[in-house]
């Protein structure tokens, strides 16, 4: 199965370095590796493979070098920069790692103009749209998650026994990489705490409380988790940015089994991912600048998700399990929003329709396979 990112990928490989960032065990490696069968590969927690990466001593009769987290050498950056300097990308460069490399792309000045960042997602509808039964296929994604591995094996079970390795090797191995945390229990009391509040705007200090320390400490580990790729952070929508940024997020997880709650919760996490994706996707591949935000009013009115595409029309999503008469609270904002489509997305609908101010009911499982966000209007 080719991945979606491949074939982009492919092509920057012969004029940049390309960083391959996304969750643990998303594929990242796979991916590479499929690129060509001439490749070498290096990965810094191999004690070898660290000393022929300081000697630079691989084989450059290769079409591909693959180096898999180099982010944890001291000052990579200025190595990779010095690498790219005099040998330019002949072999062609893989760097994939963790999350650190999305740090490098905001912070690393010494990189810049040398790579191009791509964010590789789990597998969903869009990814799968071969697949013909949505049904099934849904039932498959939240039951054994996108992730390849346990996705292909099918079997809950399974999911079940990786999944708990697979948290565990976030939070005792690539964590304690990130950041100098000894709190460890105390942040997978915070990841449970979020698993029962997705799709609620969390308030810091709350989330304090609960966890008996200061609301600047849970905001740095839930800074963490997002460079992790544990969860991802969806804020209100404003014109004005700086107060979009003030008020309360939600947060979503990248394994969508790993919420707990009812089945539309289950599923406002799926349709949260699945936008998510398209939107690193569009930014990533095309350099359109892309975001998803949540709308509120102060009487409490809300949207479930408003997609901001640079020079495109923005995007209401309202997410319904079964309810297939429009929300109230889309009355309230398409007189406010300009240039603006409305979507309701209801998971189990018998009949799709419009209404004469634009909004839109559509099959949601239908949507999502077929989704374009660039071609909404």
């Not at 074939?7 to 991916?31: A, E, F, N, W």
Request: glycine content about 4%; proline content about 3%; hydrophobic content about 35%.
């Amino acid at each position: 199965m080719e991945r979606y990112l491949q074939s982009y990928i492919q092509k920057d490989l012969s004029h940049k370095i390309v960083l391959l960032s996304g969750p643990r065990q998303v594929g990242k490696t796979t991916l590479s590796k499929s690129i060509t069968k001439s490749f070498d590969y290096f990965n810094w927690d191999v004690s070898e493979d660290r000393i022929s990466l300081k000697d630079k001593s691989w084989d450059r009769k290769k079409e591909l070098i693959i180096f898999d987290e180099i982010h944890k050498m001291p000052k990579f950056k200025s190595w990779l920069k010095g690498i790219y300097d005099k040998e330019g990308v002949h072999p062609r460069i893989i760097v994939t790692g963790s999350a650190r490399l999305d740090i490098a792309k905001k912070m690393g000045d010494s990189l810049a103009g040398r790579f191009f960042p791509y964010r590789l997602h789990p597998l969903d509808l869009w990814e799968l749209s071969k697949e013909k039964n949505l049904d099934d296929t849904y039932q498959r994604l939240t039951t054994c998650s996108g992730f390849p591995e346990p996705y292909l094996s099918n079997d809950p079970q399974f999911y079940r026994r990786w999944s708990l390795s697979h948290l565990d090797l976030i939070l005792r191995q690539d964590l304690l990489d990130l950041e100098n945390v000894r709190s460890i229990l105390k942040i997978e009391t915070l990841i449970a705490l979020l698993r029962t509040r997705v799709g609620s705007s969390i308030s810091f200090s709350n989330l304090a409380r609960d966890l008996e320390v200061d609301a600047k400490t849970v905001k740095n580990w839930l800074t963490i988790l997002e460079n992790l790729f544990v969860i991802f952070k969806v804020i209100p929508f404003h014109k004005n940015i700086a107060r979009s940024i003030l008020k309360e997020p939600k947060y979503y997880f990248y394994d969508v089994v790993q919420v707990e709650g009812s089945e539309g919760v289950v599923f406002e996490n799926f349709v949260a991912l699945a936008l998510k994706k398209q939107i690193d996707y569009i930014q990533d591949t095309q350099g359109i600048r892309s975001e998803l935000h949540y709308l509120r009013t102060k009487d409490g009115n809300e949207i479930d998700f408003y997609v901001d595409i640079q020079e495109h029309a923005g995007l209401m999503i309202e997410c319904k399990l079964s309810d297939d008469r429009r929300s109230k609270d889309f009355s309230t904002f398409i007189p406010k929003i300009k240039n603006v489509h409305s979507i309701q997305l209801v998971k189990n609908l018998t009949r799709e329709k419009t209404y004469p101010d634009g909004l839109e009911i559509r099959s949601a499982l239908k949507w999502l396979k077929n989704i374009n966000l660039l071609q909404e209007r």
